[in-house]
T-cell receptor
Framework: KAGVTQTPRYLIKTRGQQVTLSCSPISGHRSVSWYQQTPGQGLQFLFEYFSETQRNKGNFPGRFSGRQFSNSRSEMNVSTLELGDSALYLC?????????????FGAGTRLSVL | AQSVAQPEDQVNVAEGNPLTVKCTYSVSGNPYLFWYVQYPNRGLQFLLKYITGDNLVKGSYGFEAEFNKSQTSFHLKKPSALVSDSALYFCAVRDNQGGKLIFGQGTELSVKP
């Protein structure tokens, strides 16, 4: 079974630009979550989508947005990039079972903002 | 608010020795705890989880974790460390008001030959 796939793996952008990151979950998983990882702030939750609906949102500005498609694939968008947006962006997918759920992570997209 | 803390930024262990990576938690209600490992330039890999039941949880790659309710701890352990275990380890708790994971700051494990 294929794991969580994130594309692209690396991105370089300049301040003020916007960027779109993509995540394909494990087949059958309907929940997709996004996290930002930086050396200073660690791992922080961005948002979670389930069946095309945002179910939960972290404390990030409105420049950060996301969506989920009917095939459970998800995208996140960051507009008007700032230097501080440089980070590893991780996507995780999960499937709820009677034994709870486990979030399985992709390899991430490393975004550098110059 | 729920949180987890990893009191050690770095743990150094000799190969073949037992290892412990510490985690303490603060939650309202029953905790739902996880350990993940991250290798350089990679995402997080799931190691193990605790929901309820036995206080000793066995996971992947020979790792196990001991849940201690009275000490609010969930330490990760392995009886015999390998050089290949060197990585960044994260403890996490599932937010009981949603599905998000709340992570500790991570512990860098270094296993020397």
């Amino acid at each position: 079974k294929a794991g969580v796939t994130q594309t692209p793996r690396y991105l370089i952008k300049t301040r003020g630009q916007q960027v779109t990151l993509s995540c394909s979950p494990i087949s059958g998983h309907r929940s997709v979550s996004w996290y930002q990882q930086t050396p200073g702030q660690g791992l922080q939750f961005l948002f979670e989508y389930f069946s095309e609906t945002q179910r939960n949102k972290g404390n990030f500005p409105g420049r950060f947005s996301g969506r989920q498609f009917s095939n459970s694939r998800s995208e996140m968008n960051v507009s008007t990039l700032e230097l501080g947006d440089s980070a590893l962006y991780l996507c995780a997918s999960s499937l709820w079972t009677a034994k709870g759920d486990i979030q399985y992570f992709g390899a991430g997209t490393r975004l550098s903002v110059l | 608010a729920q949180s987890v803390a990893q009191p050690e930024d770095q743990v150094n262990v000799a190969e073949g020795n037992p290892l412990t990576v510490k985690c303490t938690y603060s939650v309202s209600g029953n905790p739902y705890l996880f350990w993940y490992v991250q290798y350089p330039n990679r995402g997080l890999q799931f190691l193990l989880k605790y929901i309820t039941g036995d206080n000793l949880v066995k996971g992947s790659y020979g790792f196990e974790a001991e849940f201690n309710k009275s000490q609010t701890s969930f330490h990760l352990k392995k009886p015999s460390a390998l050089v290949s275990d060197s990585a960044l380890y994260f403890c996490a708790v599932r937010d009981n008001q949603g599905g998000k994971l709340i992570f500790g700051q991570g512990t860098e494990l270094s296993v020397k030959p």
